[in-house]
């Protein structure tokens, strides 16, 4: 089972950025798919969450109207496009699997600075 992210780096406020998460090794489209993120010093916590068939999502307050989450079940892929980026969103953003087992990717770096 791999779960691979990538997409991060280092960005200005107001700008954006997608990642993307590429699994490998189970039934991607039976899985539910998250992004969580660490800050330095905080909790890991959700960001977004997308069913399935990708019918329902989930999002954080915080990040509500600016980021987006989706999947392509074909390409065995979920998303977080991020948009208005600000300080506060800089963290180690990692892809989640939810189902029977839940898989954790190791995690990419978004930081957002001037």
């Not at 997308?50 to 074909?74: L, M």
């Not at 600000?86 to 939810?98: N, Q, R, W």
Request: aromatic content about 12%; overall charge positive.
């Amino acid at each position: 089972v791999q779960l691979v992210e990538s997409g991060g780096g280092l960005v200005q406020p107001g700008g954006s950025l997608r990642l993307s998460c590429a699994a490998s090794g189970f039934t991607f489209s039976r899985y539910h798919m998250s992004w969580y993120r660490q800050a330095p010093g905080k909790e890991r916590e959700l960001v977004a969450r997308i069913t399935s068939a990708g019918g329902n999502t989930v999002y954080a307050d915080s990040v509500k109207g600016r980021f987006t989450i989706s999947r392509d079940n074909a390409k065995n892929t979920v998303y977080l496009q991020m948009n208005s980026l600000k300080s506060e969103d800089t963290a180690v953003y990692y892809c989640k699997a939810e189902w029977t087992w839940n898989y954790w990717g190791q995690g990419t770096q978004v930081t957002v600075s001037s």
